[in-house]
């Protein structure tokens, strides 16, 4: 999600959703919504880092040494030309015209000049942030006790996704706290909304319960393309086009493995055909995929859902 008034519109949008599938509910518990901001990450938590499912290092500290370098300071710039330059500014999957001036000199420079820095300490840390387990497995298989989730020490990520939760309070005050922030590996956010509707690990607040059916649905909203790609555990590769095809290959295993989930999808102000039909084809049903050209567009697809969701749940 890049910066401006979209992350405005998108607040907006989801907080109708959660009020709409509310509003006629018995009890709190009776609909439960998860929350997975992602954008090359998701972040589970640093409370989960000892879960049984998690593998996280230890935090470190380590002392980098005094280092030095040679500089040659510029004393003097004569002949100075500006020329203006058109291309593109490129946020998480968003590339928008933009004008730039560039300025060249004939340069005079001094004598030489050693530079010195350090020593310093450096904090290795872990912030909640998790990667991908190892490729195919980690697309269908729940066994956490045979490869569990890495987390990645000295990354950063969204806020900390919900899990399922009935309070309506707490839903409202996590999309509040939504930031736009990061370059965009689709499939880290859709991996982890499935986990959060799967029962058993990673989440207790998955399992179902009760003798009512249950209907499930995962809404995946994206405004750009895949920037990045799974390299080992972390997601800073740049091979959008095996990124794309594990997005593709996450939503066929959601809707063979996990039959009982509706997926819904909403391609926000996209312009990459690519991840658009890739959208488009992850939805259980064409009619469950959006493609939201305007603000407007994306609030409309918001209450379709909503309204979808809620007719089904009042028929049951």
Known sequence: MSAGGKITTLKAAAKDLVQQL????????QVRIAVVPFAQYVNVGLSRRNEPWMSVPADWTETIPRSCYTRTPVTNATNCVTTTHTGQSCNDGVCTPRT???RTCDYTYGAPQQVCVGPRTVNHVWRGCVGSRGAPRYKTDDSYNVEKVPGLLDTSCST???????????????????????????PSGLIWGWRALSPGAPFSESALGGADPVEQALVLMTDGFNTKSRNGSKHNGSNTNDANTTTSDICTN?????????VCTIAYSVTDPAIKAI?????????????????????AAFEQIARSLTQIRLTR
């Open 160 to 186: 900390e996704m919900l899990p399922l939760i009935g309070i309506q309070g707490q839903i409202i005050s996590k999309i509040n706290s939504l930031s736009p922030s990061g370059e965009t590996y689709i």
């Open 100 to 102: 730039y001036t560039r």
């Open 22 to 29: 509310k509003q006629n509910a018995i009890s709190q518990d």
């Open 279 to 299: 959208l488009q084809n992850c939805a259980s049903k064409p009619e469950y995929y959006f493609d939201a050209g305007s603000n407007a567009q994306l609030t």
């Open 254 to 262: 959601i809707k063979a493995v996990s039959s009982g989930i509706k």
